[in-house]
C-alpha cells in the first residue's frame, strides 16, 4: 500500500513535472503579453471592446512585420539598420509617385516592393561578396537611403497618398461578425506571418538560416548556399520593410520623421521575442508577440499617467533583461 | 555569479535613482521660477490642477518666455500694419527704420550682390515653402541683375553644423556682401551670430538668436500670438463648461514654438475650468501623435478640444478621432496648411488657423538687398500675422494647391507661381551661384 | 648598387614600422578631389584659406574626440551605442549644475566625469558579467539614460559661464584650443592602446577572448576599463559640445548621431568591427574624411541629401577595400 501510494505520488510528480517542461518550453514573451494585456483592458474599458482591442492589433501591426524581416537577417547572425530608411523612402516617394491618382497605387507599390528588393539584395551583396559586416554595411545604406529618398523629393513629402494605399494600413473590414470591424493591416501581418512561419519553420530554408547563424563553416560544410541564403534574407527584410512602410505610412499619413529609429524597434521587439543576436535563434510567432508586448506596455505605461520618456527607459531596460535571461538560462543548462 | 547579477542590477537601479533624484531635486526650483514668470498677478495666483500642466512637457524654457513680450505680441496683434499699401510681405507693424548710413562699419557697394543664407534646415513642410518662395524671389532678383550669387547652407537641423557652417563664412570674408540666418535655436547660435555681425551686415529671420547686432531682425508678431490665438479660440469655444484639452507640441527647445506654448499656457492657467489632461511631443511624426491621440481617447474617453504648436500633422489627429469613432472635437487649432483648411472645409469643423506665415522668408531677401542699396528698412521687422478663421477660410483655402502648401506664402504675385508651388524643387535653389 | 638597395630596404623598413593605416590614401584622394572641386567650381577659394582649412579641424572635434574612446570599445571586440545619450547627459547636467556660474564649473566636471565612469561601468558589467552582447547592452543603457533625461529635462538646462566657452571658441594662436585637445586625446588613444600594457590587453581580448581569457588575461577588466575610457571621451564631447552651444539639452547627442557616426568613423579608419585591429591615428583620418566632404559639399553649394549618400556609400566602400580579401565569411 505504501508502495503504490509513493509510486501513485511519484508518477503524479512525474505529469507534474512532464507538464512544467511543457510550460517552459513555451517562450516567456506568450505569458507576458496576455498578462500585461489584462492589466491593460481593466486599467482601460477601450481595450475590453472588440473595437479598441482591434485598434491596438492595427497599430502595431506594422512593427509585427518589420520585426519578422528583422528576425531573419538576425537569424543569420547579422543586423539589418537599413529598415527605418526604407520605411522612410516607401514613405516619402510614395507619396511624389501617387500624384494624388488612385490608379497609381499599385504601380507605386510595386515599385516599392522592387526598390525594396533592390537595396536588399544590394546589402546582400556587400555582406556576401566584399564581407563588409552586416552591421556596417546595413549603416552605410541606411544613410545612402534616407538620402537619395529626401534627394528624390526636395527634402519633405510632396504629396499626399491616395485612399486604396492608406487602406493597407488604416482600413477596416466592417461588419465582421463578433469583432465589428477587422484591421487590413492585421490582415496583412497575419498573411505575412503565415507565409514566412511556413517558410521559417515547415521548409528547409529556415533551418538553413538558423544553420548560418549557429556555425558558418558547418552550414557550408552540409552543403548550405551560405551566399545565396543570406542574401536572400536580407532581401526579405528589406521587402518587408517596404510592406511595413506602406502600412505605417497609410495609418498616419505622410511626413518627413516616419521612419526614424524604426530599425531599433524592430530590434528591440526581436529581442523581446527571444531571438539572439549573433544568430542560431528565432521564430516567427514569438517575435510578432514581442512587438505586440512592447506596445501594449507602453500602452499601459500611458494609462498609469508615466511621461512618455519613461517609454524609452523601460524598453532598454526590457531588451537588456530579455537578452540577460536568454544567456543566464543557456548558462544553466551547460 | 549570482552576486555579480545583483550586483549590476542594484547598480541600475542606484544610477536611475541618483539620476531622478538630484535632477529632480534641482529642477523643482526652476519650475516654481517660470510659473512665477508666466502667473503675474499674484492676487490671483491659480494652482493649475490640470494633470497636463504638471508634466516636464508643459515647461517653458524661462529665457525664451517673458511677460513683456506677451503683452507687446498681444498689443502688436491689435496694430494695423503702418504701410497697408505695400504688399503683406513688406508691411511692418510698427516703425522702427534703419539704413547702412547707421552701419559705418559695412560698406555701401553697388550691385549685383553676393548673399549668403544659413539655415537651420528644409526639414519640414513649412520650411519647404517658404524656401520655394525665397528661392523663387532671389531668381527674379538675379534675373533683375540686382543679385549675383546666392549660397545657401543648410545645416540639417543640428546646432553644431550650422555654427561649424557660419565660421566658415567668416573665414571667407570676401565671398558674401551680406548672411541672411535663420537659426536653428536661440541660445546655441547667438556666439556665432555676434562674431558674424562683426565681418558682415547680418539680416535673421523666423527663428532669432539672442542678440541685436543683425541689422535687420525680422517676423511676423510671432510665437506669442499664435499660442494665443489658438488657446483663446478653445477657451471661447468650450465657454465657461471647459472641457479636457489635449495640447501636442512638436519639440522643445526652439524659441517660436516656446513661446507659442508659454502663451497658451498662461491663458489655460487663467481657466481652470479647461482640463489640460496631457502636454506631448510629437516630433512632426503623424504615426506618433496618432497612437498619442488614440491613447488619452483610451484614458479619458473623451477630448474636447487640441491645441497644436504648428498644424502640420492636424489631420493625422482629426483622423484619430475618427478611428476611435467619436466625434470631432468641439474646437480644433491648427496651422495654414492646404490639407488642414481642406479638412476643416469639407467637414466644417470648429476650426482656427494661427498662422506664422511664409512670406517672411521672401522678406528677409527683399530687406536684405534693400539694406545694401542702402534703402531705409526695419530694424526690427513685425509683420502682420492673420489667423484663418471661419470668416476667411474660403480666401486661404485652395484646393488647386498641394496638401501641405501653406496658404499664407504670399507668393501669388510670382512669376513661378502656382507652377514652382506644386511641384516643388528645392534642389532648384542650392545652386544659385555661378 | 648595393647602397641604393640597402637605401630602399631601409626606406621600406621604415614605411613598414610606421604603418601608414592605408585609410590616408582615401584621405589623401578625398583632399585631392575635394581641391580640385574646388579649383574648377570656387576658384580655390575654400583649400586655399587657412581659416577654413582649420575650420575642418574645429567640425572633426566633437566627433573625434569621442570616435578615440570607440575605437578602445571596438578594439576590444565590443561597441558602444550609449556614447550619444552620455552626452546629452554630459551636456544637461553640466549646464544645470554651472548655472552660468564660474565657481560651479568644477563641481559639475567633477560630476559629469562620475556619471560617464558610471555609466562605463555599468556598460562593462552587463556585458561581462551578464553575458548580454554589447549592442544590446548599450542600445539598452542608451535609451534608460535618454528616458530619464528627457523626462527631467525637457527643454535647454540651465546655462555654462562665459568662462567655459574658452573650450568651445578659443584660439591659442591660431590654432583653436578644441583642436589641440583632439591631438591631445588622440595621441593619448594612441599611447594608451600601443604602448601600454592594457592596449596590448585589449588587442588581445578583440582578437580572441577565449585565448585571452585561457592565456590568463582578465578579459572582464580590461573590457569594463576600455568600456568607462569610451563612456569618458563621450563626457568630454558633450562638454565640448556644451561650450560651443552655451546650454545642454537632451537632444544634442542624438542631433548629431554621434553613436554610428563614431562607429562608421572608426571602421572607415580600418579598425576591424570584430575587434583585434586598428587604432586611433585611422579613425583621425575617417573623421577628417568626413569634415572635409561637409566642408567641400558646403562651399560647393551641393545639395544636403546627396552629401548623406555620399557619406552612406563611402562608409561601405571603404571598408569593403579592406575587407574584400578576407577569407572569412562576414555576418
Not at chain 1, 161 to 174: A, P, Q, S, V
Not at chain 2, 23 to 39: G, I, M, N
Not at chain 3, 133 to 160: K, R, Y
Given at each position: 500500500?505504501?508502495?503504490?501510494?509513493?509510486?501513485?505520488?511519484?508518477?503524479?510528480?512525474?505529469?507534474l513535472?512532464?507538464?512544467?517542461?511543457?510550460?517552459?518550453?513555451?517562450?516567456?514573451?506568450?505569458?507576458?503579453?496576455?498578462?500585461?494585456?489584462?492589466?491593460?483592458?481593466?486599467?482601460?474599458?477601450?481595450?475590453?471592446?472588440?473595437?479598441?482591442?482591434?485598434?491596438?492589433l492595427?497599430r502595431?501591426?506594422?512593427?509585427?512585420?518589420?520585426?519578422?524581416?528583422?528576425?531573419?537577417?538576425?537569424?543569420?547572425?547579422?543586423?539589418?539598420?537599413?529598415?527605418?530608411?526604407?520605411?522612410?523612402?516607401?514613405?516619402?516617394?510614395?507619396?511624389?509617385?501617387?500624384?494624388?491618382?488612385?490608379?497609381?497605387?499599385?504601380?507605386?507599390i510595386?515599385?516599392?516592393?522592387?526598390?525594396?528588393?533592390?537595396?536588399?539584395?544590394?546589402?546582400?551583396?556587400?555582406?556576401?561578396?566584399?564581407?563588409?559586416?552586416?552591421?556596417?554595411?546595413?549603416?552605410?545604406?541606411?544613410?545612402?537611403?534616407?538620402?537619395?529618398?529626401?534627394?528624390?523629393?526636395?527634402?519633405?513629402?510632396?504629396?499626399?497618398?491616395?485612399?486604396?494605399?492608406?487602406?493597407?494600413?488604416?482600413?477596416?473590414?466592417?461588419?465582421?461578425?463578433?469583432?465589428?470591424?477587422?484591421?487590413?493591416?492585421?490582415?496583412?501581418?497575419?498573411?505575412?506571418?503565415?507565409?514566412?512561419?511556413?517558410?521559417?519553420?515547415?521548409?528547409?530554408?529556415?533551418?538553413?538560416?538558423?544553420?548560418?547563424?549557429?556555425?558558418?563553416?558547418?552550414?557550408?560544410?552540409?552543403?548550405?548556399?551560405?551566399?545565396?541564403?543570406?542574401?536572400s534574407?536580407?532581401?526579405?527584410?528589406?521587402?518587408?520593410?517596404?510592406?511595413?512602410?506602406v502600412?505605417?505610412?497609410?495609418?498616419?499619413?505622410?511626413?518627413?520623421?516616419?521612419?526614424?529609429?524604426?530599425?531599433?524597434?524592430?530590434?528591440?521587439?526581436?529581442?523581446?521575442?527571444?531571438?539572439?543576436?549573433?544568430?542560431g535563434?528565432?521564430?516567427?510567432?514569438?517575435?510578432?508577440?514581442?512587438?505586440?508586448?512592447?506596445?501594449?506596455?507602453?500602452?499601459?505605461?500611458?494609462?498609469?499617467?508615466?511621461?512618455?520618456?519613461?517609454?524609452?527607459?523601460i524598453?532598454?531596460?526590457?531588451?537588456?533583461?530579455?537578452?540577460?535571461?536568454?544567456?543566464?538560462?543557456?548558462?544553466?543548462?551547460? | 555569479?549570482?552576486?555579480?547579477?545583483?550586483?549590476?542590477?542594484?547598480?541600475?537601479?542606484?544610477m536611475?535613482?541618483?539620476?531622478?533624484?538630484?535632477?529632480?531635486?534641482?529642477?523643482?526650483?526652476?519650475?516654481?521660477?517660470?510659473?512665477?514668470?508666466?502667473?503675474e498677478?499674484?492676487?490671483?495666483?491659480?494652482?493649475?490642477?490640470?494633470?497636463?500642466?504638471?508634466?516636464?512637457?508643459?515647461?517653458?524654457?524661462?529665457?525664451?518666455?517673458?511677460?513683456d513680450?506677451?503683452?507687446?505680441?498681444?498689443?502688436?496683434?491689435?496694430n494695423?500694419p503702418?504701410?497697408?499699401?505695400?504688399?503683406?510681405?513688406?508691411?511692418?507693424?510698427?516703425?522702427?527704420?534703419?539704413?547702412?548710413?547707421?552701419?559705418?562699419?559695412?560698406?555701401?557697394?553697388?550691385?549685383?550682390?553676393?548673399?549668403?543664407?544659413?539655415?537651420?534646415?528644409?526639414?519640414?513642410?513649412?520650411?519647404?515653402?517658404?524656401?520655394?518662395?525665397?528661392?523663387?524671389?532671389?531668381?527674379?532678383?538675379?534675373?533683375?541683375?540686382?543679385?549675383?550669387?546666392?549660397?545657401?547652407?543648410?545645416?540639417?537641423?543640428?546646432?553644431?553644423?550650422?555654427?561649424?557652417?557660419?565660421?566658415?563664412?567668416?573665414?571667407?570674408?570676401?565671398?558674401?556682401?551680406?548672411?541672411?540666418?535663420?537659426?536653428?535655436?536661440?541660445?546655441?547660435?547667438?556666439?556665432?551670430?555676434?562674431?558674424?555681425?562683426?565681418?558682415?551686415?547680418?539680416v535673421?529671420?523666423?527663428?532669432?538668436?539672442?542678440?541685436?547686432?543683425?541689422?535687420?531682425?525680422?517676423?511676423?508678431?510671432?510665437?506669442?500670438?499664435?499660442?494665443?490665438?489658438?488657446?483663446?479660440?478653445?477657451?471661447?469655444?468650450?465657454?465657461?463648461?471647459?472641457?479636457?484639452?489635449?495640447a501636442?507640441?512638436?519639440?522643445?527647445?526652439?524659441?517660436?514654438?516656446?513661446?507659442?506654448?508659454?502663451?497658451a499656457?498662461?491663458?489655460?492657467?487663467?481657466?481652470?475650468?479647461?482640463?489640460?489632461?496631457?502636454v506631448?511631443?510629437?516630433?512632426?511624426?503623424?504615426?506618433e501623435?496618432?497612437?498619442?491621440?488614440?491613447?488619452?481617447?483610451?484614458?479619458?474617453?473623451?477630448?474636447?478640444?487640441?491645441?497644436?504648436?504648428?498644424?502640420?500633422?492636424?489631420?493625422?489627429?482629426?483622423?484619430?478621432?475618427?478611428?476611435?469613432?467619436?466625434?470631432?472635437?468641439?474646437?480644433?487649432?491648427?496651422?495654414?496648411?492646404?490639407?488642414?483648411?481642406?479638412?476643416?472645409?469639407?467637414?466644417?469643423?470648429?476650426?482656427?488657423?494661427?498662422?506664422?506665415?511664409?512670406?517672411?522668408?521672401?522678406?528677409a531677401?527683399?530687406?536684405?538687398?534693400?539694406?545694401?542699396?542702402?534703402?531705409?528698412?526695419?530694424?526690427?521687422?513685425?509683420?502682420?500675422?492673420?489667423?484663418?478663421?471661419?470668416?476667411?477660410?474660403?480666401?486661404?483655402?485652395?484646393?488647386?494647391?498641394?496638401?501641405?502648401?501653406?496658404?499664407?506664402?504670399?507668393?501669388?504675385?510670382?512669376?513661378?507661381?502656382?507652377?514652382?508651388?506644386?511641384?516643388?524643387?528645392?534642389?532648384?535653389?542650392?545652386?544659385?551661384?555661378? | 648598387?648595393?647602397?641604393?638597395?640597402?637605401?630602399?630596404?631601409?626606406l621600406?623598413?621604415?614605411?613598414?614600422?610606421?604603418?601608414?593605416?592605408?585609410?590616408?590614401?582615401?584621405?589623401?584622394?578625398?583632399?585631392?578631389?575635394?581641391?580640385?572641386?574646388?579649383?574648377?567650381?570656387?576658384?580655390?577659394?575654400?583649400?586655399?584659406?587657412?581659416?577654413?582649412?582649420?575650420?575642418?579641424?574645429?567640425?572633426?572635434?566633437?566627433?573625434?574626440?569621442?570616435?578615440?574612446?570607440?575605437?578602445?570599445?571596438i578594439?576590444?571586440?565590443s561597441?558602444?551605442?550609449?556614447?550619444?545619450?552620455?552626452?546629452?547627459?554630459?551636456?544637461?547636467?553640466s549646464?544645470?549644475?554651472?548655472?552660468?556660474?564660474?565657481?560651479?564649473?568644477?563641481?559639475?566636471?567633477?560630476?559629469?566625469?562620475?556619471?560617464?565612469?558610471?555609466?562605463?561601468?555599468?556598460?562593462?558589467?552587463?556585458?561581462?558579467?551578464?553575458?548580454?552582447?554589447?549592442?544590446?547592452?548599450?542600445?539598452?543603457?542608451?535609451?534608460?539614460?535618454?528616458?530619464?533625461?528627457?523626462?527631467?529635462?525637457?527643454?535647454?538646462?540651465?546655462?555654462?559661464?562665459?568662462?567655459?566657452?574658452?573650450?568651445?571658441?578659443?584660439?591659442?594662436?591660431?590654432?583653436?584650443?578644441?583642436?589641440?585637445?583632439?591631438f591631445?586625446?588622440?595621441?593619448?588613444?594612441?599611447?594608451?592602446?600601443?604602448?601600454?600594457?592594457?592596449?596590448?590587453?585589449?588587442?588581445?581580448?578583440?582578437?580572441?577572448?577565449?585565448?585571452?581569457?585561457?592565456?590568463?588575461?582578465?578579459?572582464?577588466?580590461?573590457?569594463?576599463?576600455?568600456?568607462?575610457?569610451?563612456?569618458?571621451?563621450?563626457?568630454?564631447t558633450?562638454?565640448?559640445?556644451?561650450?560651443?552651444?552655451?546650454a545642454?539639452?537632451?537632444?544634442?547627442?542624438?542631433?548629431?548621431?554621434?553613436?554610428?557616426?563614431?562607429?562608421a568613423?572608426?571602421?572607415?579608419?580600418?579598425?576591424?568591427?570584430?575587434?583585434?585591429?586598428?587604432?586611433?591615428?585611422?579613425?583621425?583620418?575617417?573623421?577628417?574624411?568626413?569634415s572635409?566632404?561637409?566642408?567641400?559639399?558646403?562651399?560647393?553649394g551641393?545639395?544636403p541629401?546627396?552629401?548623406?549618400?555620399f557619406?552612406?556609400?563611402?562608409?561601405?566602400?571603404?571598408?569593403?577595400?579592406?575587407?574584400?580579401?578576407?577569407?572569412?565569411?562576414?555576418?
Open positions: 500500500m505504501t508502495t503504490s501510494a509513493v509510486t501513485e505520488k511519484n508518477s503524479f510528480m512525474k505529469v513535472s512532464n507538464i512544467w517542461e511543457l510550460v517552459k518550453k513555451i517562450p516567456p514573451v506568450f505569458p507576458i503579453f496576455f498578462v500585461l494585456f489584462i492589466i491593460v483592458s481593466l486599467l482601460s474599458p477601450t481595450y475590453s471592446t472588440a473595437n479598441g482591442v482591434m485598434a491596438f492595427r502595431t501591426a506594422p512593427l509585427g512585420i518589420l520585426a519578422i524581416g528583422q528576425m531573419i537577417v538576425l537569424a543569420t547572425g547579422g543586423f539589418d539598420l537599413s529598415m527605418g530608411s526604407i520605411v522612410t523612402l516607401v514613405c516619402l516617394v510614395s507619396s511624389l509617385l501617387l500624384a494624388n491618382d488612385e490608379a497609381n497605387t499599385y504601380p507605386t510595386g515599385l516599392m516592393l522592387l526598390l525594396g528588393a533592390g537595396i536588399g539584395l544590394f546589402n546582400g551583396f556587400v555582406v556576401t561578396f566584399l564581407k563588409v559586416p552586416s552591421f556596417i554595411a546595413t549603416l552605410g545604406t541606411m544613410l545612402a537611403v534616407r538620402g537619395a529618398a529626401l534627394y528624390w523629393v526636395g527634402g519633405a513629402p510632396k504629396g499626399y497618398f491616395t485612399d486604396n494605399f492608406r487602406m493597407w494600413g488604416r482600413g477596416y473590414i466592417e461588419n465582421v461578425p463578433l469583432v465589428g470591424r477587422f484591421p487590413i493591416g492585421l490582415i496583412v501581418l497575419i498573411v505575412v506571418g503565415l507565409i514566412s512561419w511556413f517558410a521559417f519553420h515547415r521548409t528547409n530554408y529556415g533551418k538553413q538560416i538558423l544553420a548560418i547563424g549557429d556555425n558558418v563553416r558547418a552550414a557550408k560544410l552540409s552543403g548550405v548556399k551560405v551566399r545565396l541564403v543570406r542574401m534574407a536580407f532581401m526579405v527584410s528589406a521587402v518587408l520593410a517596404v510592406i511595413g512602410g502600412m505605417i505610412g497609410g495609418y498616419g499619413g505622410v511626413n518627413v520623421s516616419i521612419g526614424e529609429g524604426l530599425e531599433m524597434d524592430a530590434i528591440a521587439a526581436a529581442v523581446v521575442g527571444g531571438v539572439l543576436l549573433g544568430g535563434k528565432g521564430a516567427v510567432v514569438p517575435v510578432v508577440f514581442g512587438a505586440y508586448t512592447l506596445e501594449i506596455l507602453f500602452s499601459m505605461l500611458n494609462l498609469l499617467g508615466l511621461p512618455k520618456p519613461y517609454k524609452d527607459s524598453q532598454g531596460l526590457i531588451i537588456i533583461g530579455a537578452v540577460a535571461y536568454v544567456a543566464i538560462s543557456q548558462r544553466k543548462k551547460r | 555569479m549570482k552576486k555579480s547579477l545583483l550586483f549590476v542590477v542594484s547598480l541600475i537601479v542606484v536611475a535613482m541618483v539620476l531622478t533624484a538630484c535632477a529632480k531635486e534641482e529642477v523643482a526650483p526652476e519650475v516654481e521660477e517660470t510659473e512665477e514668470t508666466v502667473v498677478e499674484p492676487e490671483e495666483e491659480v494652482v493649475a490642477e490640470s494633470p497636463g500642466l504638471q508634466m516636464e512637457s508643459a515647461v517653458v524654457a524661462a529665457q525664451f518666455f517673458s511677460m513680450d506677451y503683452n507687446q505680441s498681444l498689443e502688436w496683434m491689435a494695423e503702418v504701410n497697408p499699401d505695400d504688399p503683406i510681405y513688406l508691411q511692418y507693424l510698427l516703425e522702427d527704420p534703419t539704413s547702412i548710413a547707421d552701419y559705418p562699419q559695412y560698406e555701401q557697394k553697388d550691385g549685383p550682390y553676393n548673399i549668403c543664407f544659413s539655415n537651420a534646415g528644409v526639414n519640414n513642410p513649412w520650411r519647404v515653402v517658404g524656401y520655394t518662395t525665397m528661392g523663387e524671389q532671389v531668381l527674379q532678383l538675379q534675373d533683375e541683375g540686382v543679385i549675383d550669387n546666392f549660397y545657401h547652407i543648410d545645416a540639417q537641423g543640428s546646432d553644431e553644423k550650422q555654427i561649424a557652417d557660419i565660421e566658415d563664412i567668416i573665414s571667407n570674408p570676401g565671398q558674401c556682401d551680406l548672411l541672411i540666418v535663420s537659426p536653428n535655436t536661440s541660445e546655441a547660435l547667438t556666439p556665432v551670430v555676434e562674431q558674424a555681425c562683426e565681418v558682415l551686415p547680418v535673421m529671420f523666423d527663428r532669432y538668436a539672442f542678440t541685436d547686432c543683425p541689422v535687420v531682425s525680422e517676423r511676423p508678431i510671432g510665437g506669442y500670438a499664435f499660442g494665443i490665438s489658438g488657446a483663446e479660440f478653445i477657451v471661447d469655444t468650450l465657454g465657461e463648461e471647459g472641457g479636457n484639452v489635449l501636442i507640441r512638436i519639440l522643445p527647445g526652439v524659441d517660436v514654438l516656446e513661446q507659442r506654448w508659454g502663451a499656457k498662461v491663458i489655460f492657467e487663467e481657466n481652470p475650468q479647461l482640463n489640460i489632461i496631457g506631448e511631443f510629437s516630433a512632426y511624426d503623424s504615426f501623435v496618432n497612437t498619442i491621440v488614440t491613447d488619452y481617447l483610451a484614458r479619458f474617453g473623451e477630448i474636447d478640444a487640441v491645441w497644436m504648436d504648428a498644424g502640420g500633422t492636424a489631420v493625422s489627429i482629426l483622423e484619430a478621432f475618427e478611428d476611435a469613432g467619436v466625434d470631432y472635437p468641439k474646437a480644433m487649432v491648427g496651422e495654414d496648411q492646404n490639407d488642414y483648411l481642406g479638412f476643416w472645409k469639407e467637414n466644417g469643423l470648429n476650426a482656427i488657423a494661427p498662422t506664422f506665415p511664409t512670406y517672411q522668408w521672401r522678406t531677401v527683399l530687406a536684405s538687398v534693400m539694406f545694401l542699396q542702402g534703402e531705409i528698412v526695419q530694424h526690427n521687422w513685425v509683420l502682420p500675422q492673420i489667423p484663418v478663421t471661419d470668416a476667411n477660410l474660403d480666401d486661404y483655402y485652395n484646393p488647386a494647391m498641394p496638401p501641405l502648401h501653406y496658404a499664407q506664402c504670399g507668393c501669388e504675385d510670382m512669376v513661378n507661381y502656382p507652377d514652382a508651388w506644386i511641384n516643388v524643387d528645392v534642389a532648384k535653389y542650392d545652386n544659385l551661384n555661378d | 648598387m648595393t647602397t641604393t638597395t640597402a637605401n630602399g630596404r631601409g621600406k623598413k621604415f614605411f613598414r614600422s610606421v604603418s601608414i593605416p592605408p585609410v590616408y590614401y582615401f584621405l589623401i584622394v578625398i583632399f585631392l578631389g575635394g581641391g580640385l572641386l574646388d579649383l574648377f567650381y570656387a576658384g580655390g577659394q575654400i583649400f586655399g584659406n587657412t581659416a577654413i582649412m582649420l575650420n575642418i579641424l574645429v567640425r572633426s572635434v566633437a566627433l573625434g574626440i569621442v570616435a578615440v574612446g570607440q575605437t578602445m570599445v578594439v576590444g571586440g561597441i558602444d551605442l550609449s556614447v550619444v545619450f552620455v552626452i546629452s547627459l554630459t551636456s544637461v547636467m549646464s544645470y549644475i554651472m548655472q552660468g556660474e564660474t565657481s560651479n564649473v568644477p563641481k559639475a566636471i567633477l560630476l559629469v566625469f562620475l556619471m560617464g565612469a558610471g555609466v562605463g561601468l555599468v556598460n562593462g558589467l552587463i556585458i561581462t558579467k551578464l553575458k548580454v552582447n554589447s549592442f544590446i547592452t548599450t542600445l539598452g543603457t542608451s535609451l534608460i539614460i535618454s528616458g530619464i533625461i528627457n523626462s527631467t529635462f525637457s527643454n535647454w538646462a540651465g546655462s555654462v559661464p562665459r568662462s567655459f566657452e574658452f573650450f568651445g571658441y578659443a584660439t591659442i594662436g591660431p590654432v583653436p584650443f578644441s583642436v589641440i585637445i583632439l591631445l586625446m588622440i595621441f593619448a588613444g594612441w599611447f594608451v592602446l600601443s604602448r601600454t600594457k592594457f592596449g596590448a590587453h585589449l588587442y588581445g581580448v578583440g582578437g580572441n577572448e577565449e585565448v585571452a581569457r585561457l592565456s590568463g588575461l582578465r578579459t572582464d577588466r580590461v573590457l569594463i576599463i576600455a568600456h568607462i575610457i569610451c563612456s569618458l571621451t563621450a563626457v568630454l558633450g562638454l565640448f559640445i556644451v561650450s560651443r552651444l552655451r545642454g539639452a537632451p537632444w544634442v547627442g542624438p542631433d548629431g548621431y554621434y553613436d554610428l557616426e563614431s562607429i568613423t572608426t571602421v572607415v579608419g580600418g579598425t576591424l568591427l570584430a575587434g583585434g585591429k586598428g587604432g586611433v591615428w585611422g579613425t583621425l583620418a575617417g573623421v577628417l574624411i568626413f572635409i566632404l561637409d566642408t567641400t559639399f558646403n562651399q560647393l551641393v545639395n541629401y546627396l552629401s548623406i549618400v557619406r552612406g556609400l563611402i562608409i561601405v566602400l571603404a571598408v569593403a577595400s579592406y575587407t574584400i580579401r578576407s577569407k572569412k565569411e562576414a555576418a
